[in-house]
Antibody, heavy 123, light 106 residues
Framework: QVQLVESGGGLVNPGGSLRLSCATS????????MNWIRQAPGKGLELISY????????FYADSVKGRFTISRDNAKNLLYLQMNSLRAEDTAVYYC????????????????WGQGTLVTVSA | DIQLTQSPSFLSASVGDRVTITCRAS??????LAWYQQKPGKAPKLLIY???TLQSGVPSRFSGSGSGTEFTLTISSLQPEDFASYFC????????FGQGTKVEIK
């Protein structure tokens, strides 16, 4: 069965860095766009980055552009999010999620999500 | 960015009620709209994609409709397990989410 498991969250000082990982299984990872979504406490959902199957197309939300870097390792079925220059407003649960359709179709939604990993930015 | 506005933001309803949530887009998005359900402390769950296609395993009491700029999610007969928050998402451009609708027990 499809599984996505995030790791790497924690407490970090403002200006610090963290690297999140998303370990996947149960599907052909290299066929799918992958996404990072975050949810601040009590707030809504924000797609912060996505990456296409070959890592040649990457987008970032303006809120993280220049500070966060998404990457993937198709040989290891892993997705990453390198987060630098962290701010208090980056405090959130971070989810990785899989596109429902493989890369040769339009994206229509995210059908599998990880359990989330909490990132807290505070001194 | 394409903005999505959900209404209402909060809804109080009883078991067995028919519930409708609306999602309006700031510009036309064809049928590139998805709906999610989220329970406290859990990841969102895909309910509907392409505006009206039911995701596998989702009960048939959930349905979606609309195209262009106005969309609806309907729960035909609210069940106890449906009390949750619901989010719409557009995928016509860089994906964005609505602000959410919380469905609580009346």
């Amino acid at each position: 069965q499809v599984q996505l498991v995030e790791s790497g969250g924690g407490l970090v000082n403002p200006g610090g860095s963290l690297r999140l990982s998303c370990a996947t299984s149960g599907f052909t990872f290299s066929d799918y766009y992958m996404n990072w979504i975050r949810q601040a406490p009590g707030k809504g959902l924000e797609l912060i980055s996505y990456i296409n199957s070959s890592a040649t197309t990457i987008f970032y939300a303006d809120s993280v552009k220049g500070r966060f870097t998404i990457s993937r390792d198709n040989a290891k079925n892993l997705l990453y999010l390198q987060m630098n220059s962290l701010r208090a407003e980056d405090t959130a649960v971070y989810y990785c999620a899989k596109d429902r359709h493989p890369y040769y179709y339009d994206s229509v939604g995210f059908d599998y999500w990880g359990q989330g990993t909490l990132v807290t930015v505070s001194a | 960015d394409i903005q999505l506005t959900q209404s209402p933001s909060f809804l109080s309803a009883s078991v067995g009620d028919r519930v409708t949530i609306t999602c309006r887009a700031s510009q036309g998005i064809s049928s590139y709209l998805a709906w999610y359900q989220q329970k406290p402390g859990k990841a969102p769950k895909l309910l509907i994609y392409a505006a009206s296609t039911l995701q596998s395993g989702v009960p048939s009491r959930f349905s979606g409709s609309g195209s262009g700029t106005e969309f609806t999610l309907t729960i035909s007969s609210l069940q106890p397990e449906d009390f949750a928050s619901y989010f719409c998402q557009q995928l016509s451009a860089y994906p964005t989410f609505g602000q959410g609708t919380k469905v609580e027990i009346k």
